[in-house]
């Protein structure tokens, strides 16, 4: 009888939580939520040293009503050198749309991430299937691969 009502009790506290998650002790608009399930981050490399760190959000999930005739990412960086050219790969290949936006600008309130010395970037490629692998590189050196899946 003893066990059996430590088990009940045990089983009440655990359950008690299991519908909540991270996002409930902040307050977070769905867009927010969806945006910090997108975002992933890497550092700038070339073997063992490091240029920067590199941040992306696949806009395509954040915000589906505006963002669905392409691929769109919006990426911030910060890289110690900034005399070289930073590029943008989707899946092997390159693209010439870029848009430089300012440090305040209409993605600002996705990450809460705004600092004068990172650069930031709306990208755009061509759609592409359904498994996407993007990579910043400046220079010698490259991020990680990002990946992102999309919905079936």
Same mark, same amino acid.
């Given at each position: 009888?003893?066990?059996?009502?430590?088990?009940?009790?045990?089983?009440?506290?655990?359950?008690?939580?299991?519908?909540?998650?991270? #996002? /409930? =002790?902040?307050?977070?608009? =769905?867009?927010?939520? *969806?945006?910090?399930?997108?975002? =992933?981050?890497?550092?700038?490399?070339?073997?063992?040293?490091?240029?920067?760190? %590199?941040? %992306?959000?696949?806009?395509?999930? %954040?915000?589906? &009503?505006?963002?669905?005739?392409?691929?769109?990412?919006?990426?911030? *960086?910060?890289? @110690?050198?900034?005399?070289?050219? %930073? $590029?943008?790969?989707?899946?092997?290949?390159?693209?010439?749309?870029? &848009?430089?936006?300012?440090?305040?600008? @209409? #993605? $600002?309130? *996705?990450?809460?991430?705004?600092?004068?010395?990172?650069?930031?970037?709306?990208? @755009?490629?061509?759609?592409?299937?359904?498994? *996407?692998?993007?990579?910043?590189?400046?220079? &010698? #050196?490259?991020? /990680?691969?990002?990946?992102? &899946?999309?919905?079936?």
């Amino acid at each position: 009888m003893k066990t059996s009502a430590i088990f009940l009790i045990l089983l009440a506290l655990s359950t008690g939580c299991a519908q909540k998650n991270a #996002f /409930d =002790q902040f307050k977070l608009s =769905q867009t927010q939520e *969806l945006s910090e399930d997108s975002i =992933q981050s890497s550092k700038l490399k070339r073997g063992e040293d490091v240029d920067g760190v %590199v941040t %992306v959000v696949y806009l395509n999930k %954040v915000l589906p &009503e505006k963002y669905s005739d392409a691929e769109y990412f919006y990426v911030y *960086l910060y890289k @110690r050198n900034k005399k070289s050219e %930073v $590029t943008f790969w989707l899946n092997s290949k390159t693209t010439q749309e870029i &848009e430089k936006l300012p440090v305040k600008n @209409r #993605f $600002t309130d *996705l990450t809460s991430f705004q600092a004068p010395w990172s650069s930031y970037y709306l990208v @755009r490629f061509p759609k592409e299937g359904d498994v *996407l692998k993007f990579v910043v590189k400046e220079g &010698e #050196f490259e991020s /990680d691969t990002f990946k992102y &899946e999309k919905d079936q």
